[in-house]
T-cell receptor, first 113, second 114 residues
Framework: DAKTTQPPSMDCAEGRAANLPCNHSTISGNEYVYWYRQIHSQGPQYIIHGLKNNETNEMASLIITEDRKSSTLILPHATLRDTAVYYCIVRVYPQTSYDKVIFGPGTSLSVIP | DGGITQSPKYLFRKEGQNVTLSCEQNLNHDAMYWYRQDPGQGLRLIYYSQIVNDFQKGDIAEGYSVSREKKESFPLTVTSAQKNPTAFYLC?????????????FGDGTRLSIL
């Protein structure tokens, strides 16, 4: 699976949009981009995933560049409950016999009142 | 509401004792997973199961055991052979492995040694 790079931390004012970047310059054509978040002492929560088209759901929007080398997760109106560590990962149809999730350090997002 | 339930939320183990962590899902997912998360680190896969009565070792299976007698249940036993069991244990499930479906996680069990 391709490696991802995220800033270690970000701040966002409550009510404003939070834009979390992720670089995945070695992504291959059959790899999807996934975003999860983990609030302290809780399990990771799936947010959204996409291949090449922009995606939107009730939680967030995912913008993937045309060359697919980077993406941005957008939380349109951040609240204090969005304070968490956000993980960007890429996953391919598994070449091995199982399908584990590998998290990097992620981005620690702090939403400020 | 559908989801994954892990219990207990906190668990304490005495030296030489086996303990079992519960994981139940009502999402009708085929695949289930156990991960371990240490402070400030990512996830490491312990065991996974794709169907009932079948499971496979992950990257750090030594000192752990599992069973999958029912589709909705995947309990993890931390045996006395696991010398460093203090960690946050996460159970996950997905529809079918290998079809780019997201894994959904429970809220974890925090295991500590007395």
């Amino acid at each position: 699976d391709a490696k991802t790079t995220q800033p270690p931390s970000m701040d966002c004012a409550e009510g404003r949009a939070a834009n979390l970047p992720c670089n995945h310059s070695t992504i291959s054509g059959n790899e999807y981009v996934y975003w999860y978040r983990q609030i302290h002492s809780q399990g990771p929560q799936y947010i959204i995933h996409g291949l090449k088209n922009n995606e939107t759901n009730e939680m967030a929007s995912l913008i993937i560049t045309e060359d697919r080398k980077s993406s941005t997760l957008i939380l349109p109106h951040a609240t204090l409950r969005d304070t968490a560590v956000y993980y960007c990962i890429v996953r391919v149809y598994p070449q091995t016999s199982y399908d584990k999730v590998i998290f990097g350090p992620g981005t620690s997002l702090s939403v400020i009142p | 509401d559908g989801g994954i339930t892990q219990s207990p939320k906190y668990l304490f183990r005495k030296e030489g004792q086996n303990v079992t962590l519960s994981c139940e899902q009502n999402l009708n997912h085929d695949a289930m997973y156990w991960y371990r998360q240490d402070p400030g680190q990512g996830l490491r896969l312990i065991y996974y199961s794709q169907i009932v009565n079948d499971f496979q070792k992950g990257d750090i299976a030594e000192g752990y055991s599992v069973s999958r007698e029912k589709k909705e249940s995947f309990p993890l036993t931390v045996t006395s052979a696991q010398k460093n069991p203090t960690a946050f244990y996460l159970c996950a499930s997905s529809i079918i492995t290998g079809f780019n479906q997201p894994q959904h996680f429970g809220d974890g069990t925090r295991l500590s040694i007395l």
